[in-house]
């Protein structure tokens, strides 16, 4: 079990929010469904953290938690002292993601979050962070959108299985083929 500690890529700055163990089971019929399996996981200040993984790995569960609409199952999330709540950014065409990532802004979060963002997300989203020093965690299925974050952790199963800092999308593609891939073929 690793630690991941998005400030380990970039200078030391306090975390915005840290995940201790967490994990998440949604009870349906036939059986429970593990979302998250004993996640770590730190995002400092001014950090890029993308999280990558197959469909149904995890990495919508792991942004609702960080964002405080999904409670864990057990476990803990804890908050900066003063920290606003996460705000997560859809994308659902190039316009209204541009649109929707500024009013995002105009509240001033600590922490912004962005789910099945596409590269031109990941590269707006570098931007706010390299220009505004918010912290960041983006999910995506893009190689080359996941290369524009500091760091990049991978899940599969709801289980962190792979991390890789500071690499282009073609080491990305390889760790994700490694960590169970995207099932689409992406």
Not at 116 to 128: F, I, P, T
Request: glycine share 10%; with cysteine; net charge negative.
């Amino acid at each position: 079990m690793s630690y991941v500690k998005s400030g380990e890529f970039v200078d030391r700055a306090p975390d915005v929010v840290t995940l201790d163990n967490v994990s998440k089971v949604y009870e349906s019929a036939p059986g429970a469904v593990h979302a998250l399996r004993n996640v770590y996981l730190g995002v400092t200040v001014g950090s890029f953290l993308a999280v990558m993984g197959k469909e149904k790995s995890g990495k919508t569960t792991l942004l609702k938690c960080l964002s405080g609409e999904t409670r864990p199952s057990s476990g803990s999330l804890r908050r900066r002292a003063g920290a606003q709540g996460g705000v997560t950014v859809s994308w659902p065409t190039a316009e209204e993601g541009a649109s929707s990532l500024e009013a995002a802004l105009a509240r001033r979060p600590e922490l912004l979050l962005a789910d099945d963002a596409s590269e031109e997300c990941g590269a707006a989203l570098r931007r706010a962070v390299d220009e505004r020093g918010v912290a960041v965690v983006m999910a995506t299925t893009a190689p080359a959108a996941a290369a524009q974050a500091d760091a990049v952790v991978f899940l599969d199963d709801g289980a962190v299985v792979d991390m890789i800092a500071d690499a282009g999308p073609q080491a990305i593609r390889e760790c994700l083929e490694r960590a169970g891939g995207l099932g689409a073929g992406r």
